[in-house]
Every structure is written in structure tokens, then in C-alpha cells.
């Protein structure tokens, strides 16, 4: 069965950081584009970042670029999200997804396999 499993979430002040972690099972995802989505309440499913399936190109929206990184751990099929910075913009529901040979699209209709996401709560 294929999985991917977010963790990492929790309260954070603003100003604060936090790491998310997504850990991918019953398959290897080294050819997979990863990707990490939120979603708040009341909104569409947002993109946040994604690498590439051959890790050449990592991409960020405005909202969060020089302050979120994404990063990789393949070996381990771990897929990251550096958080900096935070603002109560940030709260939502973080979700990781994977795109077979993807090259980080935006659109998450474009992704194969979802985590079931992991609660991020800013408060200011």
C-alpha cells in the first residue's frame, strides 16, 4: 500500500519555524516530482513548493519564497519543509503529494499519491 505520512505539525508564535516531514512508503519515490500543498478553511488547496523528480529545480509562490525550503532525503523516501518566518497567514492543513516524473507543477491535480495532511497553527 502506498502511503505518505506527514508529520511535524503543531502551534508556533509568529515569527516562529517549524519542520514537516513526509515519509513515503510501499513505494520509492526517487522518480516521483514532491510537492507540499496547504489548505485553509473556507479556501482552495494552495501550493507551497515542490522539487522535481530528478532534483534539478525546487520551486516556491510569492507568499512563501526565502521562507520556506524543501528538501529531499531519498535514501530515507523523506520529503521536508523548512518553515521560517511564520504568519498567521500560514495556518492550515499541510498536505505532501508525489507526481510520477513530475517537474513540480503547481496544479495539484497534477499529483498521483496525498498525505492526509498535518494541522499548522500560527498564532499572532
Known amino acids: 500500500q502506498v502511503q505518505l505520512v506527514e508529520s511535524g505539525g503543531g502551534l508556533v508564535q509568529a515569527g516562529g519555524s517549524l519542520r514537516l516531514s513526509c515519509a513515503g512508503s510501499?513505494?520509492?519515490?526517487?522518480?516521483?516530482?514532491m510537492a507540499w500543498f496547504r489548505q485553509a478553511p473556507g479556501k482552495e488547496r494552495e501550493f507551497v513548493g515542490a522539487?522535481?523528480?530528478?532534483?534539478?529545480?525546487?520551486k516556491y509562490p510569492d507568499a512563501v519564497n526565502s521562507r520556506f525550503t524543501i528538501s529531499r532525503d531519498k535514501a530515507k523516501n523523506t520529503l521536508y519543509l523548512q518553515m521560517n518566518g511564520l504568519k498567521p497567514e500560514d495556518t492550515a492543513i499541510y498536505y505532501c503529494?508525489?507526481?510520477?516524473?513530475?517537474?513540480?507543477?503547481?496544479?495539484?491535480?497534477?499529483?498521483?499519491?496525498w498525505g492526509q495532511g498535518t494541522q499548522v497553527t500560527v498564532s499572532s
Open positions: 503529494a508525489a507526481d510520477f516524473l513530475g517537474e513540480g507543477d503547481n496544479d495539484p491535480r497534477t499529483y498521483d499519491y
Open positions: 510501499g513505494r520509492n519515490f526517487v522518480n516521483y516530482a
Open positions: 522539487d522535481s523528480w530528478n532534483g534539478g529545480r525546487t
